[in-house]
């Protein structure tokens, strides 16, 4: 099947600080990117759509200006969650989708669990 | 708004056994349904996909139905191995949109 990779995998930071958090699809092109939160035994929450050279759709109660998000290319998205604090605390799992010849299927990353002090 | 439900919200078999995960959703309009597994810790694995026009898919030991008009899918799993413990969850795609809605999930553990 289609690869989904997210960099870094675990991340610890401080408050305040913010954090960027990397989306590729490895063999294929992705025209559409999903990202999710999930909280500890709770299902995952889609947070944002967005597609390849437009900006990122959000979902209703999302901060966008808190939570960039960037799709360069069909390979690359990006979350960058700003100035985190301890309730941004979560797993950010990011999904990809291509169309074409792979169809509905949405690819999912292996997921990034972030930790804000 | 699409709600999709997972009964029952965990599970415990021995080895062998064949099992039945149940997934409704409250709006029938639906463009396809998915069922993933996650581990623990981990991202979601694609097990099958159903096309709102098809009644089941099957891979391996896995067979997923799908009845739209009632708004139900099944995933059944037979001879369950350890191997299959994980958390296992339905998503729906609605007609018109791109976004899936999912479920919370059941946790199934499968003892040796």
């Known amino acids: 099947g289609a690869v989904v990779s997210q960099h870094p995998s675990r991340v610890i930071c401080k408050s305040g600080t913010s954090v960027k958090i990397e989306c590729r699809s490895l063999?294929?092109?992705?025209?559409?990117m999903f990202w999710y939160r999930q909280f500890p035994k709770q299902s995952l929450m889609l947070m944002a759509t967005s597609n390849e050279g437009s900006k990122a759709t959000y979902e209703q109660g999302v901060e966008k200006d808190k939570f960039l998000i960037n799709h360069a290319s069909l390979t690359l998205s990006t979350l960058t969650v700003t100035s985190a604090h301890p309730e941004d605390s979560s797993f950010y799992i990011c999904s990809a989708r291509g169309g074409g010849a792979r169809g509905d299927t949405q690819y999912f990353g292996p997921g990034t669990r972030l930790t804000v002090l | 708004k699409q709600e999709v439900t997972q009964i029952p919200a965990a599970l415990s078999v021995p080895e062998g056994e064949n099992l039945v995960l149940n997934c409704s959703f409250t709006?029938?309009?639906?463009?396809?349904l998915q069922w993933f597994r996650q581990d623990p810790g981990k991202g979601l694995t694609s097990l099958l996909l159903?096309?709102?026009?098809?009644r089941e898919q099957t891979s391996g030991r896995l067979n997923a139905s799908l009845d739209k008009s009632s708004g139900r899918s099944t995933l059944y799993i037979a001879a369950s191995q350890p191997g299959d413990s994980a958390t296992y969850l339905c998503a729906v795609r609605q007609l018109g949109y791109s976004t899936l809605t999912f479920g919370k999930g059941t946790m199934l553990l499968v003892s040796p």
């Open positions: 063999d294929f092109q992705a025209t559409t």
């Open positions: 159903i096309q709102s026009s098809q």
């Open positions: 709006d029938s309009a639906i463009y396809n």
